[in-house]
């Protein structure tokens, strides 16, 4: 195993290979296994039979995150793509809809200098080169940045 992200409810796992294992709490498809069922909370749902996250076509995972119902992984393309709970935008899609298979999703460009990824409580935020710090932000009480759009990218 490369890494592990905890998230509120759920835990996910980077492994050697490079693809991603989920468990625990899957309301909002946070697992990225295709639906909304809670995993390891029955016999038989660990270990060899937990399902991988189904990736874009052709990439694999070199980093990921885990917040509030959300799951992340920054691609060996460096693009970032994030499924789970998007109440608000979170997922960077330009929508507010729900997402639990990331296989299909348009993925999030963050050139070549892309570090590391963290996701929190509606939010998500990538660095570049460490200086330079991208995200998808909740136009709520507090405003920081640059927006794009209501439910874009500042930076």
Avoid: F
């Avoid at 809809?97 to 998500?124: C, E, K, T």
Wanted: proline share 3%.
């Amino acid at each position: 195993m490369d890494a592990l992200a905890l998230g509120a409810d759920h835990t996910c796992a980077l492994l050697d290979d490079a693809s991603i294992v989920c468990w625990g709490d899957n309301t909002y498809g946070q697992l990225g296994i295709g639906n909304t069922n809670t995993i390891g909370d029955g016999a038989g749902e660990m270990g060899a039979s937990l399902s991988t996250v189904s990736l874009p076509t052709g990439r694999t995972a070199t980093q990921i995150t885990a917040g509030q119902d959300i799951t992340c992984a920054i691609l060996d393309n460096n693009d970032l793509i994030c499924w789970g709970n998007n109440d608000y935008g979170q997922l960077g899609q330009g929508n507010t809809v729900d997402v639990n298979d990331p296989s299909g999703l348009s993925a999030i460009s963050l050139g070549s200098n892309a570090q590391s990824v963290d996701a929190g409580v509606d939010s998500v935020c990538a660095c570049q080169q460490c200086s330079q710090v991208l995200g998808p932000q909740y136009r709520g009480p507090t405003r920081i940045g640059r927006y794009q759009s209501p439910w874009g990218w500042n930076q």
